[in-house]
């Protein structure tokens, strides 16, 4: 079939007139820097600053808040820990809600704005919590309580960050110029740099502000938190002039709708394949390039062709009309369903990542948790794994990359964002294999009276921080890239919801393990004495899904069709 640029050939069609994003600079001046010329190469550095004062404030109220709830707020271990994983689950949840709303009606500066003002509202509560009465004291629940106040600004906080999360990377992706093959490169770095100001708030917050928490004051580690995420705000509204600012062009979502029902409705017509031309509306739709058209889920296709009756009855503007829809709209539902697959292995990734806060702390805290000499929680591990995040990162930019480039035929080549996920996934099976072989050391050792030092957890830290570099920073990068122009904070807000998923697939896990091994003669992989268990055995279960995830990931990856745009 033809593509038919209806605009500039139907007199019927001449009322259409595109209606997209539109890129606002300077409209909002502050006084103080009014003066000053917007410096796009300086808006990405205040992206990054940003997010590391935001990841600290974030880590500095999650990473102990268990801690808190039972000691200050006198609640039980299962019930501190439930609502816990409710919270951090809700936390990646409301990101493509965000996402949504940033697309369809505020743009990604002004939900940042809007979240930031609910964030710090949110942070305010849980400090002003440490300073009031619980509700033991009182003699029972009360309004003003502690745990009411602390609850209702966790959730503040959730809803703030998930505001922040689903626009803060696609905004700082917007400051760089795509025309420009300097900014294209440092577009590249920008996501790992990004990455590595998520992982700057837990080296922070674990370092730091947990011990103010425990040794000092809980009001004064909250206070820190809130602190730095009122910096972030006065910095973010400051450098107002330097951004570059996409406005949204309306509802992406309903746009995807349209074209669902205006195919049903022309297959339930029986309306023929060769019935007529695609619709296009001009060389760019919504002020975008143009995306090719392809010949993938052709039964959309219906949705984009002009039958007689179109041209009678259509007088909306282009994409409002539920009957005929552009080539574009039916290409952008397509690069969703794509997707879809690439996005579904990463649940299962980011299930065997959520070992890390759990199984691998319940395995390192009955080993001798002493390095050297020195004392090593086992919660503490997961500073090292962040810093073998950035060690990775290094090995990636100063090694990886370059060698992969000196063998490639022209010099240039590096390896795919879809490449490094799959590596990502292949790290990931064998961080889970490392586990199950550590776990059996520690076993073997136990039956003979032994402990096995923490430093053997070394090994499945750093090939989980591997799987992390290449599966996760390659995510975001990919899900930007081939997201709809219409859609880029959300489809980079359902690479964060893999990460709830994956947390809540792993609970799920759980209760599958301990419905078909705990028995009446025996205490199950994963009991409370875990040298009466097997966790070595579920590790590696997990370390078999992971290897058949990369198997399939694999097939779906090799099938993927990148998206095309037409300039």
Not at 188 to 198: E, I, K
Not at 341 to 347: D, L, N, R, Y
Not at 506 to 533: E, H, K, M, R
Request: hydrophobic share 45%; aromatic share 12%.
């Amino acid at each position: 079939m033809q593509i038919l640029l209806v605009a500039d050939n139907l007199r019927n069609f001449s009322l259409l007139q595109s209606h997209g994003p539109k890129i606002q600079d300077d409209s909002l001046q502050v006084p103080l820097l009014k003066d000053k010329k917007r410096a796009g190469s300086k808006a990405p550095a205040v992206v990054l600053g940003f997010e590391c004062l935001e990841s600290t404030a974030f880590s500095g109220i999650s990473s102990n808040l268990v801690v808190y709830l039972e000691t200050v707020l006198h609640g039980s271990n299962l019930a501190s820990a439930s609502k816990v994983t409710t919270w951090f689950g809700t936390s990646y949840l409301t990101p493509i809600f965000g996402a949504i709303i940033a697309d369809t009606f505020l743009g990604n500066y002004n939900t940042i704005l809007v979240s930031l003002a609910v964030y710090l509202l949110g942070m305010m509560f849980v400090t002003f919590s440490a300073f009031l009465p619980t509700a033991a004291v009182l003699g029972g629940s009360s309004m003003f309580g502690a745990q009411t106040v602390a609850f209702v600004g966790l959730y503040l906080v959730a809803i703030g960050s998930g505001g922040v999360r689903s626009s803060l990377l696609p905004f700082g992706a917007e400051q760089f110029d795509d025309d420009n093959p300097t900014d294209r490169e440092s577009k590249g770095s920008f996501f790992s740099w990004f990455y590595l100001c998520v992982d700057f708030g837990p080296i922070v917050s674990g370092l730091f502000i947990v011990w103010i928490q425990n040794n000092v004051s809980w009001g004064l580690g909250f206070g820190i938190s809130t602190v730095c995420i009122a910096l972030a705000f006065g910095a973010f509204v400051l450098a107002t002039p330097m951004y570059k600012r996409r406005m949204p062009t309306g509802t992406p979502l309903k746009r995807l709708s349209q074209v669902i029902v205006a195919a049903c409705r022309k297959i339930a017509l029986k309306v023929p394949a060769d019935a007529g031309m695609l619709y296009e509306v001009s060389d760019k739709v919504d002020n975008q390039p143009k995306i090719e058209h392809t010949g993938e889920f052709s039964f959309l296709d219906k949705a984009a062709i002009i039958t007689e009756s179109d041209f009678e009855e259509i007088t909306e503007e282009a994409g409002s009309s539920w009957k005929l829809c552009t080539v574009t709209q039916v290409e952008e539902l397509k690069i969703l369903l794509r997707l879809l697959p690439i996005w579904a292995t990463s649940i299962i990734m980011s299930s065997a990542y959520a070992q890390m806060n759990t199984t691998f702390i319940q395995q390192g805290s009955v080993m001798n948790m002493s390095i050297l000499s020195v004392s090593v929680p086992a919660a503490s591990m997961g500073s090292f794994e962040v810093t073998c995040v950035l060690t990775w990162v290094l090995l990636y930019s100063k090694v990886i990359a370059p060698a992969v480039r000196s063998l490639s035929s022209n010099g240039d080549g590096e390896p795919s964002q879809l490449q490094r996920m799959g590596a990502g996934r292949l790290l990931m099976a064998l961080a889970m294999a490392v586990s199950a072989l550590v776990e059996m050391k520690r076993l073997d050792s136990a039956a003979r009276g032994e402990q096995i030092t923490i430093a053997w957890q070394l090994p499945q830290y750093f090939f989980l921080a591997g799987a992390e570099v290449f599966c996760y920073i390659a995510q975001l990068e990919f899900f930007y890239a081939e997201a709809p122009d219409t859609m880029k904070s959300t489809c980079t807000s359902l690479a964060l919801l893999t990460i709830a998923l994956g947390s809540y697939l792993s609970s799920f896990i759980y209760a599958i393990v301990a419905a078909f091994t705990a028995t009446a003669d025996s205490p199950g992989w994963i009991c409370d004495d875990l040298n009466q268990g097997h966790l070595d055995y579920f590790f590696w279960t997990m370390a078999a899904m992971c290897t058949l995830n990369f198997v399939v990931y694999s097939g779906f990856a090799k099938n993927y069709k990148l998206k095309t745009v037409l300039s």
